[in-house]
C-alpha cells in the first residue's frame, strides 16, 4: 500500500512539496517586483552566486545581473505579470518550473512622471524557464531563461 503522505517519485511528503513550490512561485513574484520597481539589491539576491539569467543575452553570476540591471534606462517603464506557474519539485533540494510573462512597457518622458503613461497594450507575451535550488538562504534562481511566444516591435 502507498503511503498517503508521500507524492511523486521524490519520496517526499506533500507537505514538504508544497512549501517548495510555494517558495518558488515566490521567487518568479518577487522578480517581477524587484525589475518593476529597479530594486536592484532584492533582484540581484533572487539568484546563486553562479546562476544565469538569459533574457536576450545570456548573464552569468550575479554580478552580470546587477549590472544588466543598472543599465535599464530611467525612460522605460513596466510590469511584468506573471501567472500560470508550474514548479516541478525533483528533490528537497533542486526543482524545475515555468512562470507566464504579460509584459507592459512604455520607453519615454511620460515613464518620468508621477501618473500613468500612455498604453498601447502588451508589449510582449512569454514564459519563464526556471531551475532553482535550496541554497544556505533560502530558495534561489540557478537559472531563468526568458522565451518570447509574442512581441510587439514598435515597443522595443
Same mark, same amino acid.
Given at each position: 500500500?502507498?503511503?498517503? @503522505?508521500?507524492?511523486?517519485?521524490? @519520496?517526499?511528503?506533500?507537505?514538504?512539496?508544497? @512549501?517548495?513550490?510555494? +517558495?518558488?512561485?515566490?521567487l518568479?513574484?518577487?522578480?517581477?517586483?524587484?525589475?518593476?520597481?529597479?530594486?536592484?539589491?532584492?533582484?540581484?539576491?533572487?539568484?546563486?552566486?553562479?546562476?544565469?539569467?538569459?533574457?536576450?543575452?545570456?548573464?552569468?553570476?550575479q554580478?552580470?545581473?546587477?549590472?544588466?540591471?543598472?543599465?535599464?534606462?530611467?525612460?522605460?517603464?513596466?510590469?511584468?505579470?506573471?501567472?500560470?506557474?508550474? !514548479?516541478?519539485?525533483?528533490?528537497?533540494?533542486?526543482?524545475?518550473?515555468?512562470?507566464?510573462?504579460?509584459?507592459?512597457?512604455?520607453? @519615454?518622458?511620460?515613464?518620468?512622471?508621477?501618473?500613468? +503613461?500612455p498604453?498601447?497594450?502588451? +508589449?510582449? !507575451?512569454?514564459?519563464?524557464?526556471?531551475?532553482?535550488?535550496?541554497?544556505?538562504?533560502?530558495?534561489?534562481?540557478?537559472?531563468?531563461?526568458?522565451?518570447?511566444?509574442?512581441?510587439?516591435?514598435?515597443?522595443?
Amino acid at each position: 500500500m502507498k503511503n498517503p @503522505g508521500i507524492r511523486n517519485d521524490t @519520496g517526499m511528503q506533500d507537505d514538504d512539496i508544497a @512549501g517548495i513550490e510555494r +517558495a518558488c512561485t515566490a521567487l518568479s513574484y518577487a522578480y517581477a517586483r524587484a525589475l518593476d520597481f529597479r530594486d536592484q539589491d532584492a533582484l540581484v539576491a533572487l539568484f546563486t552566486d553562479d546562476a544565469t539569467l538569459t533574457v536576450g543575452e545570456t548573464l552569468s553570476g550575479q554580478d552580470a545581473i546587477r549590472a544588466w540591471i543598472r543599465a535599464r534606462p530611467d525612460e522605460v517603464r513596466s510590469r511584468h505579470v506573471i501567472s500560470n506557474v508550474f !514548479v516541478d519539485v525533483l528533490s528537497a533540494d533542486s526543482a524545475r518550473g515555468i512562470a507566464y510573462l504579460t509584459l507592459y512597457r512604455h520607453q @519615454g518622458e511620460a515613464s518620468l512622471r508621477h501618473g500613468p +503613461a500612455p498604453l498601447a497594450g502588451a +508589449a510582449a !507575451v512569454g514564459h519563464y524557464e526556471d531551475r532553482f535550488v535550496r541554497t544556505a538562504g533560502g530558495w534561489r534562481f540557478a537559472s531563468r531563461r526568458l522565451q518570447l511566444a509574442f512581441r510587439d516591435p514598435a515597443q522595443f
